[in-house]
């Protein structure tokens, strides 16, 4: 989960680096006591480089992996019958939603479609949570594979292009 608030947090940072210590107030600056090392474990000094390093379209990419993951999860939960796994991915699955809902540039005509789309998102999840309904959390993962999808070949187009200039 810390890989997933860290991203939200950087990407509600835009470009500018952050640096969460408890109880401290995030900082846009990158963190000077190398705090991520707290971790103790490689991988996920990695990881947090990885987010901390990461662009805009790079991070948009990351949370559209966490959504299709913790659906993933979720799905799993209510299949294995855990309430509390199926009801916690569910609910980190919102998170993200919510993100792209409140960053979403409303002067585009696109983000007004993707805002819908999020929002129905975000309603079906709350439906099957309520009724842990697998074929909803396979709707609502449809969706967010598609969109991942989309978002990644775009990023991929994007660096093409810059690179020919």
Same mark, same amino acid.
């Given at each position: ?9 950087s ?46 379209? %790079?991070?948009?990419?990351? +949370? !559209?992996?966490?959504?299709? /993951?913790? *659906?993933?999860? @979720? ?21 993200i ?14 983000? %007004?479609?993707?805002?819908? +789309? !999020?929002?129905?998102m975000? /309603?079906? *999840?709350?439906? @099957? ?37």
């Amino acid at each position: 989960m810390t890989e997933i608030s860290q991203a939200i947090k950087s990407y509600q940072q835009g470009m500018g680096r952050i640096c969460t210590k408890p109880g401290n107030i995030v900082s846009p600056k990158p963190c000077a006591d190398n705090s991520f090392r707290q971790y103790g474990n490689p991988y996920q000094q990695y990881r947090q480089n990885a987010i901390n390093t990461a662009s805009p379209q %790079e991070l948009t990419l990351m +949370l !559209y992996n966490g959504l299709v /993951r913790f *659906l993933k999860l @979720a799905y799993q939960g209510i299949e294995e019958k855990n309430v509390e796994k199926a009801n916690n991915n569910i609910i980190k699955s919102q998170n993200i939603l919510i993100e792209f809902m409140s960053t979403l540039d409303m002067q585009y005509e696109i983000s %007004e479609e993707l805002f819908l +789309l !999020y929002e129905y998102m975000n /309603r079906r *999840l709350l439906e @099957a949570n309520f009724k842990k309904d697998l074929t909803i959390i396979e709707e609502v993962t449809g969706y967010a594979e598609e969109l991942r999808d989309t978002w990644e070949k775009a990023v991929k187009l994007a660096k093409q292009q810059d690179a020919v200039r």
